[in-house]
């Protein structure tokens, strides 16, 4: 099974860097090396100043249980959850990254963990719904691209979907609860293992409860988090076709970027390789040609897919190693020992969520 893991995750590698230059043929390398240092620095701050505004999501997040996350501690969490989702088919790790941490290193039980986490995913939710509906309406149909435009409404329509869903599971959380225990009882699932899952459930709506009764200053500061952290993020690949002396919309790039790693979720590949590349390419050949749409696809990867494995892997082997950590008092936020809190129950819904709202 380990071995599969890494196969998958080599393959995903490989893709990352043969689509482009499937694409782009030889001269791909040569316009790579075109783009200035000054551009991969800039991009590199992006992703630093990205995982400064998740840390910051996260303290305001574990401060609604009750908790204290320093910004430093709250920063390696955000780099290791990162890595998680990029190192999993179809970023499934995400999810298990960010609860196994937080219940090690905050003391958070795993069904408040997932709590929070679906309140982050439902909030970047609703940024992106936001952010499509504003920047593809007004470019695909102010540039006459009407039929692109439609796709767009119809990705937008299945955001919208999946949000309404997520609201009717919140709202009628009671009345589908019993259904689900009664359900179970007629598949002769013991009662122990009901028990379980309620409880396990009834902690995750308590847990969710507790953020969306966040006060105002708090919700606002999350969102504006939200909105700073991806549009620092989002604005990498600009930034390459700037260095390639190409200019677009930073609202197209933006869209590009939403829709590659969307469909990237198809391949259930790690990190979306190989169809990210292969539809951002496809969305940039039109104005850049084919080799400089595969540089600045290839410079866009390098920075948000192989830096986040290789930054966010060596955070992630540092906080999950198997002895106790000691947390430096301006980190943890008491410079206690903290130890590891054994092992998290499989939560396979959470997947297909994660997946899902995360591009």
Known sequence: MRLRKRTLIGLGLLLGLAVPWLLGGHGVWRRLLDIPAAVFALAVGFTLLGWHCNAGRLRLLVGSTGRHMGQWHAFAV??????????????????????????????????????????DRLLDLLFFSFALLTFGLVWAFATGGARLGWRVLLLL??????????????????????????????????????????????????????????????????????????????????????GLGHHLPWAYTFVVQLVALYAGQITLMPGGSGGAELV???????????????????????????????????????LAVP????LPADISGSGSRVTAGGTLPPVTSFMAFSALTTP
């Open 78 to 119: 955000a780099m290791a959850t990162d890595f998680g989702y990029m190192a999993s088919p179809g970023g499934a790790g995400g999810w298990l990254a960010w609860a196994w941490l937080l219940r090690r290193h905050a003391g958070l039980g795993t069904a408040r963990s997932l709590a929070l986490y679906a309140a």
């Open 280 to 318: 951002a390419g496809a969305l940039l050949v039109p104005y850049l040609g084919r080799t400089d749409a595969a540089a600045a696809v290839l410079g866009w990867r390098l920075i948000t897919f192989y830096w986040y494995l290789v930054a966010g892997g060596l955070v992630f082997w540092l």
């Open 157 to 242: 329509a299945g955001m919208a979907a999946l949000g309404t869903l997520a609201w009717l599971l919140v709202r009628y959380f009671d009345r589908l609860l019993r259904a689900l225990l009664w359900t179970l009882r007629l598949l002769r699932v013991s009662p122990r293992r009901r028990w379980r899952l309620a409880r396990s459930l009834m902690e995750f709506h308590t847990g969710l409860g507790v953020v969306l009764r966040l006060p105002r200053a708090r919700r606002a500061a999350l969102a504006g988090l939200c909105v700073l952290h991806w549009s620092l993020r989002y604005s990498v690949l600009y930034v390459m076709v700037r």
């Open 323 to 326: 002895d106790t950590v000691r």
